[in-house]
């Protein structure tokens, strides 16, 4: 075997390979397990033939390797600046999800109260009519204890239909002081219209203390209507009635629009109504076991959905559920 004129003709394909893939083919050639350099250092006998042929086959290696090494990087090289991205280029915009507006509006009461110190509870939304209307003082025959009214699941068992039962619960599980909010959804037999819809949200609050008077009770709303509605606002409580609550009040707002002139939005009284509230009626206290002689307590109840249509002054409730982004994404 010529070696030298192998090795001459091994490095001169080296040299003319133009890719990778034609570096690996010549390697296969003169290198291979049955090429002829090989095949011949295995049958070798003397040593002299040895070393040469194992010196003709490490100068192949190294410029198989080299020419290798070389096209690799060009090659690299042409990859990056072909599919070269240019991360200053603007993108288009991402849609970013949001919060629903009521999921806002809840957790904007809720650190309002936790801000006062108070804590946020759960609820049950399906409950027994004994905490739904029996704890809270409802009489036997009170219209909301209708079917009618109020979805049964069976004789004893309803949808709440407020989150008061709540404050029941919560004053069995504890003794006082008790500073609680409690928010979520509620449930009446209500045909859905511009003002109704059967699913709805709400937001109670209950503070039973020692000490505690209707001036603790109208400062706390005074403090949350400006907290929601803005501090420029007037707030105005009148008498009402609950079964649950002894006094009874309905909280008040001045008119945004004409600030207590009248105009057609608060049907030309000033004030628009936003919720219920009172004094905590003895006979929830003795209902959970708390001594009415040593503590007092006020409660409130008011409907997130009702908050968000007079801050948003939309015309229908039912468009907070539609899911259509044209309305959801405004807020
Ligand atoms: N539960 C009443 C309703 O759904 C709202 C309410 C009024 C809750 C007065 C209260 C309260 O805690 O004191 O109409």
């Given at each position: 075997m010529d070696v030298e004129a192998l090795e001459q003709a091994a490095l001169a394909a080296v040299a003319a390979a133009a890719s990778s893939d034609a570096v690996e083919a010549v390697r296969v050639e003169y290198l291979g397990r049955k090429s002829a350099l090989p095949l011949a250092l295995r049958e070798v006998r003397d040593a002299e033939t040895g070393k040469r042929l194992n010196a003709a086959k490490q100068r192949i290696e190294t410029a198989v390797a080299a020419r290798s090494d070389e096209l690799g990087r060009a090659e690299l090289d042409r990859r990056l600046a072909e599919e070269r991205v240019d991360v200053t280029l603007p993108v288009g915009e991402h849609e970013r999800g949001r919060l629903h507006l009521i999921t806002q509006i809840r957790r904007e009461v809720e650190d309002i109260f936790l801000g006062l110190g108070y804590r946020v509870v759960d609820g049950r939304e399906v409950e027994t009519t004994r905490y739904n209307f029996d704890a809270l003082n409802f009489p036997p025959g009170h219209p909301a204890r209708s079917p009618l009214s109020t979805l049964f699941?069976?004789?004893?068992?309803?949808?709440?239909?407020?989150?008061?039962p709540s404050q029941v619960r919560t004053m069995e599980a504890q003794q006082p002081p008790v500073y609680v909010v409690s928010l979520g959804r509620v449930y009446r037999r209500d045909t859905p219209d511009a003002t109704h819809t059967p699913i709805f949200h709400q937001v109670e609050g209950l503070a039973v203390d020692e000490g505690i008077t209707l001036a603790d009770l109208t400062g706390t709303l005074d403090f949350l209507l400006k907290a929601l509605f803005g501090q420029e606002r007037r707030t105005e409580f009148r008498t009402h009635y609950f079964p649950f609550t002894e006094p009874s009040i309905e909280a008040y707002v001045s008119c945004h629009v004409c600030d207590g002139a009248g105009c057609a939005v608060c049907r030309h009284s000033g004030w628009i109504e936003v919720g219920g509230a009172g004094m905590v009626d003895p006979a929830l206290f003795e209902f959970v076991g708390y001594d009415a002689e040593r503590y007092t307590g006020f409660a409130f109840g008011w409907g997130l959905e009702r908050i968000a249509m007079l801050r948003h002054e939309f015309p229908d409730l039912r468009e907070l559920w539609r899911n259509d982004l044209r309305f959801s994404e405004q807020f």
């Open positions: 699941l069976d004789e004893h068992t309803v949808l709440r239909t407020e989150t008061s």
